[in-house]
Each structure stands twice: as structure tokens, then as C-alpha cells.
């Protein structure tokens, strides 16, 4: 049997995220972005009803719906549908690589970067005391306080090539449909949940923006689950992917 291509797109990210070799980590995760790239809704049988407005003013209807693809320990596959000009909480992806890829619709996403040059910056001024004390607390006196710098807005659709984060790069987004409803295949590695160094869990934290201390910079400040986001789950219904791949 021929594999399905989204068995090949798991296979490559398998295969990316779990080799030893760090050498060809590059080279691989190059292919699994080109993979990525082309995989529409007809390869995850998407089901494109969803994408109708009236769905998301039925009563009670979350404002995010979830499939879950795939997971185990080391990668998760899922797909985000977002009602119209519905909105991902600002969030972490702590030490993940994460890629998106839009199947339907439009989104932006607002992407800020931790440990830059310009946040360490501005931690070790406010740390030596050289800044507003009471506006620029330094990070180490506050729990859940974050100093983030902006470094991408980007409105991506279909014909886009997939988004991209790493533990160091564009670590923390929101992600807002624009407009429409509007759908992503998202894979991370590793998933939230699974155990990270010197902690029980890798948990999805999230945040608001407490104060603007420089032309691009941010306080961030952690905090609960927005009120107004939550999520329901709508079954898969593509290949099946675990008997195509071959471990
Ligand atoms: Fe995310």
C-alpha cells in the first residue's frame, strides 16, 4: 500500500524529531516544512462544513474546535479551527519546535521572541536599577513575569508556507482568524504534557501584556486561561496514520 501523503508529512516529522543525529537535524526539518507546505484539507478530510459562520453562533459553541491527529512522546499533530475573528490566547510553547500550516481561512499571528539581545537588555537594566522601578520590576521579583520582544506579525493563509517557531525564536504567540473561520494543522515537538528537564510537565502557559518598555519589547505577565477561550473537539476522520507509519 502506498502511504497517504500525511503519513508521509508524520513520517518525516518522526523522523526529524527523534534522530540522534544533530547534524542532519536541519536538513530534515527543511523537507518536513516543504512536506508540510503542500498538505491541503482533502489530505486530513477536513471537514469543511465548519467553515460555515452559522456554525459558530449555535448556542454554547467554542469558539475553538480541536482534531486531534497523532500523539505520542515525542510529536503531536492536530488541527485548530478558529470561529470568525476568534483568537488563540497569547501562550508559551516551553523548549518545543512548533509549525503551522493553514488549511483554510486567514489568520495572523503575533510571534515575540524571550532572550533576545534587546530583552536581556532591558533585564539587566531594570536589574541594576537603572529604569522605573515601578513600571520595570525586574523579572527575578515577580513570578510569571516574562520580557518578550515582538518580532513577527504575519497574516498567513492557505498559499502560505508553513509558520515556524523554536524554543529560542518566536517562542510565544497568538494566533486571531481574520475575518472568516479559519483552520491550521499545527505539530509540535515535543508535545505539551509530556515531561520536560527539571519538571513534572511541559504546561501551556498564558499571557497578557502588562507594559510596552521599549519600541518592541514587552512586559508580559502569566496568567489563567482567558475567560472567553475554551474548546471542544470534532473526531478525525483521515487515513489512518498509525497503521501507515512504520516505527
Ligand atoms: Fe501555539
Not at 536599577?129 to 497574516?155: C, Y
Amino acid at each position: 500500500m502506498s502511504k497517504t501523503y500525511l503519513a508521509k508529512v508524520l513520517k518525516q516529522a518522526l523522523n526529524t524529531f527523534t534522530s540522534k543525529n544533530s547534524e542532519i537535524f536541519s536538513t530534515n526539518f527543511a523537507t518536513l516544512i516543504a512536506l508540510l507546505d503542500k498538505v491541503t484539507t482533502e489530505h486530513v478530510d477536513f471537514p469543511t462544513q465548519i467553515l460555515d459562520p452559522k456554525v459558530w453562533t449555535l448556542p454554547d459553541k467554542a469558539p475553538v474546535s480541536c482534531i486531534t491527529i497523532y500523539e505520542d512522546s515525542k510529536i503531536s499533530m492536530g488541527i485548530f479551527i478558529l470561529k470568525p475573528n476568534g483568537k488563540l490566547p497569547l501562550h508559551n510553547h516551553p523548549d518545543m519546535h512548533g509549525l503551522i500550516k493553514v488549511l483554510a481561512g486567514q489568520v495572523k499571528i503575533v510571534s515575540y521572541s524571550i532572550n533576545t539581545e534587546k530583552t536581556k537588555e532591558i533585564d539587566l537594566k531594570s536589574h541594576q536599577g537603572s529604569m522605573d522601578r515601578l513600571a520595570m520590576p525586574p523579572v527575578s521579583n515577580k513570578p510569571g513575569l516574562v520580557t518578550a520582544e515582538l518580532v513577527e506579525i504575519t497574516v498567513a493563509n492557505s498559499n502560505s508556507p508553513p509558520c515556524v517557531l523554536n524554543p529560542n525564536f518566536k517562542n510565544l504567540h497568538e494566533i486571531q482568524s481574520v475575518n472568516e473561520p479559519a483552520a491550521f494543522l499545527d505539530i509540535l515537538s515535543p508535545p505539551y504534557d509530556c515531561p520536560e528537564p527539571g519538571s513534572e510537565t511541559r504546561t501551556c502557559s498564558y499571557y497578557s501584556k502588562l507594559c510596552q518598555v521599549s519600541p518592541d519589547v514587552y512586559r508580559l505577565q502569566e496568567t489563567i486561561s482567558p475567560s472567553w477561550y475554551w474548546t471542544d473537539s470534532i473526531p478525525y476522520t483521515g487515513p489512518d496514520l498509525e497503521a501507515e507509519v512504520i516505527f
